[in-house]
């Protein structure tokens, strides 16, 4: 379960509650961060300043870090003592060596400089300041160059009040950025630049977001590789999403531009808790002129694995853990999670020219790993057990008596092991005491080399289908569930079913309600 305070939990059940959503949708130039040369800056704090990050897409500092300027090193629990080594403290962006005078007036004024090895256009301009402590410049320019180096556009900012800007462009064709800061908001500080986007940043609230919905799911065998998908609809009504809009939007939506959905509840008057429902890469869009709604589907980076396609993985031996490591490599994904166990599971690497994405998924299986994506969009790999419920669903928060189902009971599973591409043998589990039932056949995963690891992989895949109550619940929903978290469920008939979450779908339309698929053994 993603942590939350109790105050979450208690709002969360209570029998009124309110809940919140928000996403933000970073409309960016997808294709400009990776051309970043150089991000030069002119002076650092040599302990805190990590400049490479201003480009991280992180815009929240890790930790509330203690230094030596007015009123940020009280002793009240709410700061914490930075590290020596830089990469300790998480997330700090740049820090300015100097600081402001007790006006907020930097001398001279502080610049971040970020040249790129081409040509970019994009909607706006974001920098995110110090959101952690609701600090930021008041006085600020942005100026973008050419290929010459001659000046494009120039914005000053005055009077600013936001953590996260967002400058409403259009920027076109630019080759270097430059962010100038005049002023800051408190006395005696330095400047504090989490990061700096290259597109317009919007953070939709409820006031805009018509409904979201979100779908995750996980196969206990990874037999099936479903990916998140979420989906949303905002207001409108300015019309900036209109194709005919030459001011608007649309010109500058690409695929694989990050939306971050999250769902709060109120914890105490006015103030919210927010829980990610996920990170995702725009896929599609959709808005009808004239139309008073524009609605967006959004996926992980499991979708784009599909588009890469490897063979011959390695020469010789290797783990598991190595060949994902390779195959995440090769696609340009740096967000993944390796059971530790697959270092230890070997492969001759055997495999035909094959998407990506099924390639992982044959890894998950031979290493008896179940395959899913976090909320942060880390595709993870990992040998979900069983364990005492973390939670529960009760009737008090159900509408009605959870369906169940029974999946069929499996006879034999079959599994063939290749020694080379063109011959395999097969290793064969019985379950013990069935008489009749489904057979099981596992015949194409070439990264199955033994019949050893054919048998292992075969029992797996028959314990794994023990599990074959399915339950299923409509609820009001709690987003801090997440997928392999092992609840109980209360019935009509006795003690509460314990099984694991499969599946989880989210609606949100004002109010805040959910759909949860587990699996358990029969009782």
């Known amino acids: 379960m993603y942590p939350t305070s109790q105050a979450f939990k208690d709002a969360g059940y209570a029998s009124t509650r309110n809940a919140t959503a928000r996403v933000m949708f ?68 740049y820090v300015s060596n100097a600081l402001c005078g007790a006006d ?48 494009i556009k120039s914005v000053d900012v005055t009077g600013n009040t936001l953590a996260l800007y967002p400058l409403f462009g259009p920027f ?60 949303f609809s905002v207001d409108n009504s300015d019309r900036v999403f209109n194709i005919l809009n030459p001011a608007g939007y649309v010109k500058y939506l690409q695929q694989r531009q990050e939306v971050v959905a999250e769902i709060g509840f109120e914890v105490a008057p006015n103030i919210f808790e927010f829980v990610p429902v996920g990170r995702y890469l725009l896929s599609e869009w959709a808005s009808e002129e004239g139309s008073l709604l524009a609605s967006f589907t959004a996926r992980t980076n499991l979708d784009l694995m599909a588009n890469y396609f490897m063979e011959s993985l390695v020469p010789s031996t290797a783990t598991l853990a190595q060949v994902a490591i ?3 490599n090769y696609c340009g994904i740096k967000n993944f999670s390796i059971d530790p166990a697959l270092n230890s599971v070997m492969t001759s690497g055997l495999v035909k020219k094959t998407d990506c994405r099924t390639i992982i998924q044959m890894v998950a299986i031979a290493g008896c790993c179940n395959i899913f ?6 595709i993870t790999l990992k040998r979900v057990a069983f364990s005492a419920p973390a ?18 009971v499996v006879k034999r599973v079959d599994v063939n092991y290749w020694t080379t591409l063109e011959t395999s043998g097969t290793s064969t589990v ?94």
Do not use: C
């Open 26 to 93: 970073d409309i960016s130039d997808v294709s400009a961060v990776a051309d970043v040369i150089d991000n030069t800056v002119t002076t650092e704090h040599a302990n805190l300043s990590q400049k490479a990050q201003v480009i991280n897409k992180k815009r929240i500092a890790s930790y509330n870090l203690a230094t030596l300027e007015q009123d940020r090193f009280r002793l009240d629990g709410t700061f914490s003592f930075p590290d020596a080594l830089p990469a300790n403290n998480g997330e700090t962006g």
């Open 104 to 151: 907020g007036v930097f001398s001279p004024a502080r610049t971040i400089a970020i040249t790129f090895g081409g040509l970019h256009s994009s909607a706006g301009i974001t920098v995110t300041f110090d959101q952690f402590n609701n600090e930021y410049a008041t006085d600020f320019n942005i100026s973008t160059y050419n290929a010459a180096n001659a000046l």
């Open 172 to 231: 076109d064709n630019y080759k270097k950025i430059i962010v100038t800061i005049n002023k800051w908001s408190v006395g005696n500080r330095r400047a504090r630049v989490l990061e700096v986007d290259f597109g317009y940043v919007r953070l939709y609230t409820d006031n805009e977001i018509i409904r979201l919905n979100m779908v995750e799911e996980m196969d206990m065998t990874s037999g099936a590789l479903p990916s998140p998908e979420f989906r």
């Open 326 to 328: 390779l195959v995440f």
């Open 373 to 378: 994506v976090t909320r942060d969009n880390v």
């Open 391 to 408: 939670a529960g669903l009760d009737f008090d928060n159900m509408y009605t008596e959870p369906k169940i189902e029974l999946e069929g």
């Open 430 to 523: 019985t379950a013990a005491g069935v008489d009749s039932g489904e057979v099981l056949k596992l015949e194409e995963n070439t990264l199955i080399n033994s019949s050893a690891a054919a048998l292992t992989v075969a029992n797996w895949i028959l314990a794994q289908r023990q599990y074959r109550a399915k339950y299923s619940a409509n609820w009001r929903g709690d987003p801090s569930y997440e997928l392999g978290d092992v609840i109980s469920i209360e019935n009509s008939y006795g003690s509460s079913m314990t099984a694991m979450i499969t599946k989880t779908e989210i609606d949100y339309e004002g109010y805040l309600q959910a759909r949860t698929e587990a699996k358990g053994a029969v009782n």
